[in-house]
């Protein structure tokens, strides 16, 4: 009976570790971009967020806004823009060829233009492998309600 547990145990764990060994490096790949993304926006590095976006980037926020990549990497810029923080969780990829849709949840805080903001929402990330490497060619975002 314990011969028959343990096999059975070690059967199990064998799968695990395959499993883990065949996980796709790119979902590792990208999950570091999405938080590079995350760091770049709350130290408002609007260099590190340029080498992550297409220069054909489209953003659409939480307000319907929609941006281009200039107008994208202009609002980092602005002085009037203070992140405090921006975390994101619960990310899933799926991919398709050389293009990944990342979709997950975002929590942002900080002051625009004076007054405090504290944003709960979805975004969707799609990101396309393009000359050796990722870069995101849109972005879109929108609120959860409290």
């Known amino acids: 009976m314990i011969r028959t547990i343990s096999c059975c145990l ?13 996980a796709d490096p790119r979902e590792s790949k990208l999950m570091v971009l999405e938080r590079l993304w995350n ?16 220069s054909r980037f489209v953003n659409t926020e939480w307000d319907g806004e929609v941006s281009d990549k200039q ?4 609002d980092i810029k602005d002085p009037r823009f203070k992140p405090a923080q921006a975390n994101i969780q619960g990310l899933k990829m799926n991919f398709f060829g050389e293009t990944a ?7 942002t ?8 903001y504290d944003h709960v929402g979805r975004f ?4 396309v492998f393009d000359q050796g490497k990722w870069q995101c060619v849109a ?4 609120l959860l309600k409290k």
């Open 71 to 74: 107008k994208f990497l202009a």
């Open 10 to 22: 070690l059967l199990a764990l064998s799968a695990v570790s395959l499993a883990a060994q065949q």
């Open 124 to 127: 969707t990330d799609t990101w």
């Open 101 to 107: 849709v990342v979709t997950g949840i975002y929590h």
């Open 139 to 142: 972005s879109h975002t929108s």
């Open 39 to 54: 760091e770049a926006q709350v130290n408002r590095d609007s260099a590190a967020l340029d080498a992550l976006v297409s």
């Open 109 to 116: 805080q900080g002051t625009y233009q004076g007054k405090s």
